[in-house]
């Protein structure tokens, strides 16, 4: 009997990348279509970013459940399991008859979603190390790439009215179905820091970095100024992504239109991603970072100061280009700064984005009942600026350059 042959490196690849895909096409299929729900239920602003916060009420639940099963079990088997419960409750989002059950619902869409994003990064992760050299930009574009198709089809299936729970359980099938053709492709034999199986070998550093965070109050400013830089990333991405739809809406836009909002925003960061590593490469992780969020705040406030469709559009292609960069840089820089054990930084930064995508929905929700929702992307594009000019705290120049990020909350 002939030994069974390990799957390529590029065919890791391409497989870790299908379940990037798969991962994309999960939340962002149902945000696009929230007008529909927030009418059905009849939500105010406010009520709908509390409803929202179900999600990431999940996703934080479940995070530690998921770092500690990836260490007993490693990340494939977790990838698969987190695919199924993503698969099998989306529809839920669609059908929750009230805005209890809907928080509810997306509670657990948040914690299976989480779950699987954190499963896939540590598979790049080790991915990455046995091959030693940056994929992970290209894995966030698949993310990227699969979350563009979601809104895509979301702005479809509104415009041909096809009911929401419908739409989602088509959704849910593809996302069971691609990790399943993919699973093995993945990297196995990584729990608890082993080894990689198959061509791809663990390298240095692979069975734990010996670096601590220690005692000393530099570090710990540097882990603060990341994390609070990571609540406003998460602002970021999150207020364009959840709210773009119905700003849309209220500028006259049809329900298939509305939708495209999110597909413009996610359009940008795909592109984004497709060059970030090399923009990296050329100009430093801080130049990246400042030159992206004064992009943000540009594309926000053009969207502001003209009140059409067309332009709040364009600026969201233009945001979400300088958004693109800001996680996996963010990573990379709780990997590199001197003193602080990867994993330590890693863990400050994805507790911190949960924590924003939990607050995110109901800052944009209460701004937006006491300013309007045109005037709430104003406010937003000044924390934009905040972090433009903050670039250099946040990206210290011992992060200048460096492995990509171990894991993210929202890839």
Do not use: K
Not at 37 to 61: E, P, T, Y
Not at 228 to 257: C, H, I, K, N
Request: glycine share 14%; hydrophobic share 55%; proline share 6%.
């Amino acid at each position: 009997m002939l030994p069974r042959a390990h799957p390529t490196a590029t065919a890791r690849a391409s497989a870790i990348a299908v379940v990037f895909v798969a991962n994309g096409l999960g939340a962002p299929s149902f945000i696009p279509r929230l007008p529909e729900r927030q009418a059905d239920l009849d939500l105010s602003d406010i009520g709908l970013g509390g409803v929202l916060a179900g999600m990431a009420v999940g996703a934080l639940a479940a995070s530690p459940v998921a770092g500690r099963a990836i260490g007993r079990r490693g990340s494939r088997p977790v990838v698969v399991a987190a695919a199924l419960a993503l698969g099998a409750s989306l529809w839920t989002a669609g059908a929750a008859p009230s805005p209890v059950l809907l928080f509810l619902a997306l509670a657990v869409v948040g914690a299976a979603d989480a779950t699987m994003d954190i499963a896939m990064n540590a598979n790049g992760a080790a991915y990455e190390r046995g091959v030693r050299r940056s994929v992970m930009h290209g894995l966030h574009g698949a993310w990227s790439l699969g979350a563009l198709g979601a809104a895509a089809l979301a702005a479809a299936a509104a415009g041909l009215r096809v009911p929401l729970t419908w739409h989602l359980v088509a959704v849910g099938v593809v996302i069971v179905a691609a990790v399943a053709v993919s699973r093995t492709g993945l990297v196995v034999g990584d729990a608890g820091g082993a080894g990689v199986a198959g061509p791809v070998v663990a390298g240095p550093g692979e069975h734990g970095d010996q670096r601590t965070t220690g005692s000393d109050p530099r570090r710990r400013r540097a882990l603060a100024v990341l994390a609070a830089a990571t609540v406003g990333g998460a602002l970021l991405e999150g207020a364009p992504s959840d709210w773009s739809a119905l700003r849309l809406e209220r500028l006259g836009t049809g329900p298939g239109v509305a939708a495209l909002g999110m597909a413009a925003f996610m359009g940008g960061m795909l592109a984004g991603r497709l060059v970030g590593d090399r923009l990296t490469d050329r100009f430093g992780g801080r130049g990246v970072l400042r030159g992206g969020m004064v992009l943000v705040a540009a594309g926000l406030l053009a969207g502001v100061v003209v009140d059409q469709p067309a332009v709040f559009a364009l600026g969201l292609v233009v945001a979400g280009v300088g958004c693109s960069a800001f996680f996996p840089l963010a990573f990379s820089a709780a990997g590199n700064t001197a003193g602080v054990a990867p994993g330590a930084g890693a863990a400050t930064v994805s507790l911190a984005a949960r924590l924003g995508f939990l607050v995110e929905p109901l800052i944009v929700g209460a701004l937006a009942e006491a300013v309007g929702l045109r005037w709430t992307f104003a406010l937003v594009a000044a924390v934009a600026l905040v972090l433009a000019a903050a670039a250099a705290r946040i990206v210290p120049p011992t992060a200048q350059l460096g492995p990509a990020p171990v894991a993210s909350a929202r890839a």
